[in-house]
């Protein structure tokens, strides 16, 4: 069980909007930066988001990250069918010294 | 363009050892902190250690925590991950990545392709 929990899934359909939570602690997304990854099946991760809300050169602006406190979410706008993916939330945990990473949403494009 | 390229993984019975590495290239390689997560089988992603840039500063999730040793050479841009007592857990697909300007405690901004561990049952 992660210390760091996400939805397990979710979806939308083309050109929808959807949004993935994560929710942490003190500890780790209430005191350091939240890093978001998508990963293909079969693939390695990428860096989607940085920085709670930050994206990297050639990440469309369509996504976005934001942050509350112990909670973050990514939100993806005009969604397209290869965003589908397992979706993944990172931050470093004080109490642990170590990263954590929440569980995963499997992202599915109805 | 930064590239990070695994290599050792394989099949190895319980209670062996395997020692990863990472050769990487693009990037100043002592000026970055570097990290091994894991993927089992149909599972997530799995933080395993991280060890800072010049200073050698090591971190280890306590799964793996006094068996593997995560340590860098930079006269060859390499990373290395040794593991110990492997357990049949342990398998999974092994990703070395490079941490951005934050260190340790930032995030990855670049990953390798992965290698695979297997520890039959």
């Known amino acids: 069980q992660s210390v760091v929990t996400q939805p397990p899934s979710a979806s939308g359909t083309p050109g929808q909007r959807v949004t993935i939570s994560c929710s942490g602690s003190?500890?780790?997304?209430?005191?350091?930066?939240v890093y978001w990854y998508q990963q293909v099946p079969g693939s390695a991760p990428k860096l989607l988001i940085y920085?709670?809300?930050q994206r990297p050169s050639g990440v469309p602006d369509r996504f976005s990250g934001s942050k509350s406190g112990t909670s973050v979410s990514l939100a993806i706008s005009g969604l397209r069918s290869e965003d589908e993916a397992d979706y993944y939330c990172?931050?470093?945990?004080?109490?642990?010294?170590?990263?954590?990473f929440g569980g995963g949403t499997k992202l599915t494009v109805l | 363009e930064v590239q990070l390229l695994e290599s050792g993984g394989g099949l190895v019975q319980p209670g062996g050892s395997l020692r990863l590495s990472c050769a990487a290239s693009?990037?100043?390689?002592?000026?970055?902190?570097l990290t091994w997560v894991r993927q089992a089988p149909g599972k997530g992603l799995e933080w395993v250690s991280s060890?800072?840039?010049?200073?050698?500063?090591?971190y280890y999730a306590d799964s793996v925590k006094g068996r593997f040793i995560i340590s860098r050479d930079n006269s060859k841009n390499t990373l290395y991950l040794q593991m110990n007592s492997l357990r049949v857990e342990d398998t999974a697909v092994y990703y070395c990545?490079?941490?951005?300007?934050?260190?340790?405690?930032?995030?990855?901004?670049?990953w390798g392709h992965g290698t695979t561990v297997t520890v039959p049952s």
């Open positions: 990545a490079k941490l951005g300007h934050l260190g340790p405690r930032g995030g990855v901004d670049v």
């Open positions: 693009g990037f100043i390689f002592s000026s970055f902190a």
């Open positions: 060890i800072s840039g010049s200073d050698n500063n090591t």
């Open positions: 003190s500890s780790n997304i209430g005191s350091n930066f």
């Open positions: 920085r709670n809300d």
């Open positions: 990172a931050a470093w945990d004080d109490s642990l010294s170590g990263s954590v």
